[in-house]
Structures are given as C-alpha cells and as structure tokens.
C-alpha cells in the first residue's frame, strides 16, 4: 500500500509531471532512503548560514520547476568554498528561468554510482545499478534486473560491473560500504514496488559511496502519464 506522505508528494507534483530536487529528497526520506544534508531556500542569509553549520565546503543547486538537467543552465555548482563564493553562485542563480531557490547541501567524496528505476511495458519496473556521475552515458557500465530484488541479486549486480573492484578497494584505495549500499538499493527496490504504478521512472545520480555511508547526492523522479 501507497504511504500517505509518499502519496501527497506525489499528488503535489502530478500537474508539473516530475518532483523537483527538494521534492524527490523528501520522498526518499520517507522511504528510509539517506540522502545528502540539504537546505532549500531563496534567502542568502540563511543559505550562508546553513553552509557555516554544515561546514564548506558545499554544493549549490538550483531549484526550478522549469529546469530538469540543472546541469544544461550551470545550475549545479561543488566545492563552494566560503560565504563569498556562496554569495556570487547565489547571485547568478537568480537569473535562471522559473528560479525557486538554491539548495545548499554537504560535499561528500567517494565513488559516484547510478541507481534507478523504469517501468517497462512487458516486465514492470526494472531497477538499474552502476557507475554513476556525469559521465554515467561514457560509462554504460550497469546492471538490470527485475524488481523486486533480494540480497543475493544486489550482489549478482555488482559482480557483473566491468568496474566492480574499484567497489571492494582497488589498488589500496577504501573498500566502499557495501553493507550500507546493499541495505539503499533493497529499500529502493521496497520503494519501486510502493510506487510503480504512479512513477515512470527514478534516477538517483549520483549516490556517493565511501568506506563509512551511501548517500544519495540528487535525485530525479517522473511520474506516469495518464
């Protein structure tokens, strides 16, 4: 069954099609998803202060109701290093078409990987798991598989990676957590089944992976058309 609070973020977007960034990160949340500590705001101030309370540097996103690829309109910008900096990307943020705020969110290292979701036609929601990032098409290097998943097929999918030892520590470098991002992609799978018949697909890209959490960095939802 359809959660309450999942179903009202849903039907709060259903005009536009899609949940904005703010949105889809409330909607995760509630599935018991992690994601990135974040701020949506249109105030510097308070933009300003919630990077001192977090700590530079941050990440800097516009929201827009108007904008899906925020990349297309230099609307994401990492490694904000201080309150001036803040202050020119806020500034220039403004001027992107439909403007409703920035989100101010934490900068985390680790590995970017892809999770996602579409429903396909003859088999239901297939769920994808890969090596993420912007360069997510110059890889093609993900896994499918039929939801719902369990254990043993989250494993299947990240032996089958061509980049699979860059997970488990490769050359010396941290061995992700994998416990963590097994536990994020089954919760996912729990979500896909939750939702499919009101979402056409989720993009969760990128979820950064380190030797200590899994957490979902942005966030991309389309709903089903009627």
């Known amino acids: 069954m359809l959660r309450q609070e999942i179903l009202g973020e849903l039907q709060e977007a259903a005009a536009r099609g899609w949940l904005m960034e703010p949105q889809a990160k409330r909607l995760l949340r509630i599935a018991g998803l992690e994601v990135a500590q974040f701020l949506w705001t249109e105030d510097i101030n308070e933009a300003i202060g919630f990077a001192r309370e977090i700590g530079y540097p941050v990440v800097v996103k516009v929201v827009s109701p108007d904008i899906i690829h925020k990349s297309d309109v230099n609307g994401v910008v990492a490694g904000v290093s201080d309150d001036a900096m803040l202050n020119d990307v806020f500034r220039k ?7 409703q705020g920035i989100i101010v969110e934490e900068y985390i ?6 999770i996602g979701m579409k429903v396909d036609q003859q088999f239901g929601p297939i769920i994808m798991l890969g090596m993420g990032g912007t360069a997510v098409e110059l890889y093609k290097d993900v896994a499918l598989r039929m939801a719902p998943l369990r254990q043993e097929d989250v494993e299947s999918m990240l032996y089958s990676l061509k980049s699979y030892p860059l997970l488990y520590g490769y050359r010396g470098s941290d061995r992700i957590n994998i416990k963590a991002l097994t536990h994020m992609v089954l919760t996912f799978s729990g979500l896909v089944m939750e939702c499919s018949e009101r979402v056409e697909s ?13 957490v979902i960095a942005d966030a991309r939802i389309l709903l089903a058309r009627k």
Request: proline residues 4%.
């Open 109 to 114: 290292h680790g590995i970017e990987l892809i």
């Open 93 to 99: 943020m403004t001027r992107i078409r439909g403007f």
């Open 202 to 214: 989720i993009d969760l890209n990128p979820v950064i992976c380190n030797a200590t959490r899994c």
